[in-house]
């Protein structure tokens, strides 16, 4: 049995030396194809232009998230204003803090 252990060890220690070995090539191949196609002359012309794609989705979503929430800002403050001219309150949870219950 301890001759088993010991062969599924030694596969087991080749498995990560082989899977270490190709993330190696891997990463040798990445520099290797960026050094040929020179990626120094061609990579600051694509990071502006991902940074201006980048600035146009940020400002679509602001005016998105905008758009969505100003109508429930706008009824929450009209129905608080509406609330403190009648004379309404909201009921507090406090109370059921104090219990000892959830917020």
Known sequence: ??????I???VLALQGVFVALVLVAVLAAVNYG???AQWW???PRFLARV??????VRERVDA?????A???FFVSEKVAALRGALGLRR???????QRGGQR
């Open 64 to 68: 998105g998230a905008r758009a969505a």
């Open 34 to 36: 960026l050094y040929r």
């Open 91 to 97: 009921v507090s949870a406090a109370a059921n803090i």
């Open 1 to 6: 049995m301890s001759l088993l252990r010991d």
């Open 70 to 72: 100003t109508p429930v």
């Open 8 to 10: 599924a060890l030694i």
């Open 41 to 43: 002359r061609r990579f």
């Open 51 to 56: 940074y201006g794609i980048l600035l146009l």
